[in-house]
């Protein structure tokens, strides 16, 4: 669930999403210009893998029982059986989303947390349950609403704090954006499939 904290003017193009699915209203400002700062972030954080560089966002359509996905995944031949950390999917029969950090550790598996997403000027808290993966570590499972997606998907920078006030994650336009985290991925091509990924949403 999300808690509002701050809200930042919605732009145009959001709004004319949330028109298209007038339940799910955002809370996350969409504002694409400059590099949103991760100021506050915790300072002790050391990068342990930089994905920014290397990867993609990409939606797949598949077909029930599966869900549709949109995933990190490897810029050149990545898809989405092959996730980098990141997996969002959704229930094509009531189009509820739900976001798989990965990357948390192994111990936590069956504990409840609140984490917070950082988008700029706005903080956002989400509450989710560790679950196990196939990787060994442990995902970080919590809902979202389509219009944060959307609205997530056109900034410049998002950054995820841990519990414990860690960065575990950082997203970025620009592989060269200097930030702290403990895993840095791109945003390359998130607003594309992210709009493909809502097609593929819709409860059939």
């Known amino acids: 669930m999300f808690h509002r904290i701050a809200l930042l003017a919605a732009v145009g193009t959001l ?83 739900t976001v798989k950090l990965g990357k948390q550790a192994a111990n936590r598996v069956g504990q409840s947390a609140t984490y917070r997403i950082r988008t700029g000027a706005s903080m956002l808290e989400v509450d989710g349950k560790f679950a ?37 994650w950082a997203f970025v336009k620009d592989p060269a954006a200097q930030v702290n985290a403990k895993y840095i991925g791109s945003l390359k091509n998130m607003p594309k499939q992210t709009e493909n990924f809502m097609v593929f949403c819709n409860p059939k």
Do not use: R, Y
Not at 17 to 42: E, K, M, R, Y
Not at 45 to 55: F, G
Not at 136 to 161: E, T
């Open 132 to 168: 196990a993966n196939k990787s060994g570590d442990a995902d970080f499972v919590f809902p979202i609403k389509q219009a944060d997606l959307i609205a997530l998907s056109k900034l410049d920078a998002v950054s995820v704090l841990s519990d414990t006030g860690e960065v575990q």
């Open 15 to 97: 709004a004319a999403a949330c028109a298209s699915n007038p339940s799910a209203g955002s809370s996350i400002s969409a504002d694409t210009g400059g590099a949103v700062p991760l100021a506050g972030a915790a300072h002790t954080t050391i990068v342990v893998q930089n994905l920014a560089s290397n990867t993609a966002w990409m939606a797949e359509d598949n077909l029930i029982p599966q869900d549709p996905v949109l995933a990190l995944v490897n810029a050149i031949g990545g898809n989405t059986d092959n996730p980098q950390g990141v997996v969002i999917t959704c229930n094509a029969a009531n189009g509820g989303t």
